[in-house]
Each structure stands twice: as C-alpha cells, then as structure tokens.
C-alpha cells in the first residue's frame, strides 16, 4: 500500500513538473494568446459582477466629471477676474477748462510710476463731444444743444485722465501722486473724486468664488475618488473569494503571478475606461450646452471653448480614460495584494 502511494506521489510530481514545463513553454511561444485568455477572463469577470462593476463604473465618472466641473470652474471664473482686470481704469477728473498744456504735464507726470500701462486726457470739449455721441440717439438731449448750450456745457464739463495700471492690487504710488503732487493738486476737480475702487469688490467676489471652487471640487472629488476606490476594491475581492477554487487550480498547475492578477486587473480597468468615456461624453455635452449660456452673462469661457471646438478633445477624451483605468488599477493592486494569497 505505502509502495503504491509513493509510486503515485512519484507520478504527480512528473505530471506537475511536465505541466510547468509545458506552460512555460507555451507562455514563451505565445505570449499574445496568454495575454488575450488574461483580458477574455477578466471579461468575464466584469460581466459576471456586473451590478457592482456598474455601480463601481458610475461613482468613478462622477468622480471624474466633478474634477473637470472643478478645473473647469477655476479656469473660467479666474479668466473672468483678469478680464475684468485688464478693463479696470482709473479715472482722475480735473477743472473745466483745463488746458492741454496742464493735461500734457499731468500725464508725464503720472507716467512716471512704473505701474503706469497706458494714460488718456480728455479735455472738456473732448468730453461734451463724447457725452453728445454716447446720446445721439436722444432727441431730448441733441434737440436742446444750440450754441449757446453747447458752450454753457463745455464750461462745466470736467476734462478726464483715463488711466490703466499693471497691478490693480498696487495703485497706493499712484494715489499718491493724485493727492500729493502739486501739479495734480492745483488741477483737481474737488466735486468728483478719483474712481480707484470700482469693480473692486466684484473681481474680489469672483476671485473667492474661484478659489471656493478649487477647494471645495477638490474635496468633493476625494471623497468621491475614495468611494469609488472602495467599490473597486469590493468589487474585486468578491471576484477573488467568488473563484478562489479556480485560482487554487490555476497555482496548482504552475500558473504565474501575473496570469492569476491579470484578469482581476482587466475587470477592474473594464470599469474605469467605461467611465472614463461616460464622464468625457457627459462633460462635453454639458459644457457644449451651459457655455453660450455662461457667456451671456459676461462670464469667459473662451479658453475652454477652444479646446472643446478644437482636435484637442480628443486628449481631454484620451485623459478621462486614462484617469479611469489608473483608478481602476490602483483599487485592483490594493484588492490582489490584501486578498489574493488568501484564496
């Protein structure tokens, strides 16, 4: 009886050793069959499991589609801050009647500060000319400019300096120079009081919606991005404990690492590049159709636009996938290395 056993231990061993070999062999010859079996059994996988791979699949692209939302958001509102920015000018008001010869001493003064970008001086005639274009077409307004008016108008009209700065956030020099400079001073309307502030508070409202944007999309995004890890992970670990019969077979015959993961690996990619798609379609789509409408309220959505309208698409497309199947990859690796050696 004991002979009998050995002679069978003796046999199994030969047979196992004459399957590794074989499957080494094969594995050497044909490695692309072995990497399509991989990707056909990790098919499968996701079909079998295909309500957890589903809900899995669709809390990975709202993690993805709140992440563009959140960059998206960020890029237009900044945008929109500097545009309103590089529109901002300051306007200085002086005397009726200031001579051309005092608007030209004043802007080579006010030059000077280096935060200076471009100067303008309207002198009063200038002004009244430009009040009676802005009303041409107010017949109450041009029905009463005789002559008479026009000069009694001139004479009470403020010549202007229209002025525009690199830094908004840096005009202290600049007021200084208005409030200190003996030529300023001496000119200076004292009625009407130079427009430092304006639009102030509506581009610090943007930028800090901007900055909520970034930060809350980012935290948003998190604790989505580690919901969907958890379903992956679920997802794969219910696959693992579900074959664990077949994985003992498959290391019985000499199978490797590699063909034992692969399939987790590729049920669990499947879900992230299906996501990947969904969130790149439903990102596209919804930008498409809020961008006309963001931009009849004054909000920039240029930048995006062009690369949406553009053969660059096919990267934001490309970049969606690619988050996907990292995620998809990172929540497998941590399922197989927690629970794969224990099937």
């Known amino acids: 009886m004991g002979k009998d056993i050995d002679i069978d231990d003796k046999n199994l061993k030969k047979t196992s050793k004459r399957g590794l070999k074989m499957m080494h062999k094969s594995r050497s010859y044909h490695p692309v069959r072995n990497e399509g079996r991989v990707v056909k059994y990790g098919a499968k996988g996701f079909l079998r499991n295909f309500w957890l791979s589903s ?195 498959m290391k019985l015959v000499g199978a490797d690492k590699r063909f034992i993961r692969g399939p987790f690996m590729v049920e669990a990619e499947i879900c992230g590049l299906i996501a990947g798609v969904i969130a790149a379609v439903v990102s596209h789509i919804g930008f498409m159709f809020l961008a006309p409408q963001l931009a009849d309220y004054g909000i920039s959505v240029g930048r995006i636009s062009e690369v949406m309208d553009s053969n660059k698409i096919i990267l934001v497309y490309l970049v969606f996938i690619a988050a996907g199947i990292f995620i998809g990859r990172i929540s497998a690796t941590l399922a197989i290395s927690k629970y794969l050696h224990k099937a």
Do not use: C, H
Not at 68 to 75: E, K, R
Not at 117 to 122: L, N, R
Not at 134 to 155: H, P, V
């Open 55 to 249: 809900a899995a699949t669709i809390v990975m692209s709202i993690t993805m589609i709140i992440l563009f939302i959140t960059i998206v958001a960020s890029v237009i509102l900044t945008n929109t801050a500097e545009i309103m920015r590089d529109k901002i000018d300051i306007t200085v008001y002086f005397k009726p009647n200031t001579s051309d010869e005092a608007l030209a001493e004043l802007t080579r003064v006010i030059s000077e500060d280096p935060n200076i970008k471009t100067v303008a001086v309207s002198n009063s005639e200038e002004e009244y000319n430009k009040l009676i274009e802005e009303n041409a077409d107010s017949e109450e307004i041009t029905g009463l400019m005789d002559e008479e008016m026009r000069n009694l108008m001139i004479s009470k009209m403020q010549a202007t300096m229209r002025i525009k700065v690199y830094n908004i956030d840096d005009i202290e020099s600049i007021k200084k120079i208005v409030e200190e400079n003996q030529v300023f001073v001496d000119n200076i309307d004292a009625e009407l009081a130079p427009t430092y502030d304006v639009n102030q508070k509506e581009i610090t409202t943007i930028t800090s919606w901007a900055q909520i944007a970034r930060t809350g999309g980012i935290v948003l995004a998190a604790v989505f991005l580690i919901i969907s890890i958890l379903i992956v992970f679920s997802t794969i670990r219910m696959a693992i404990f579900s074959r664990r019969e077949e994985i003992y077979m």
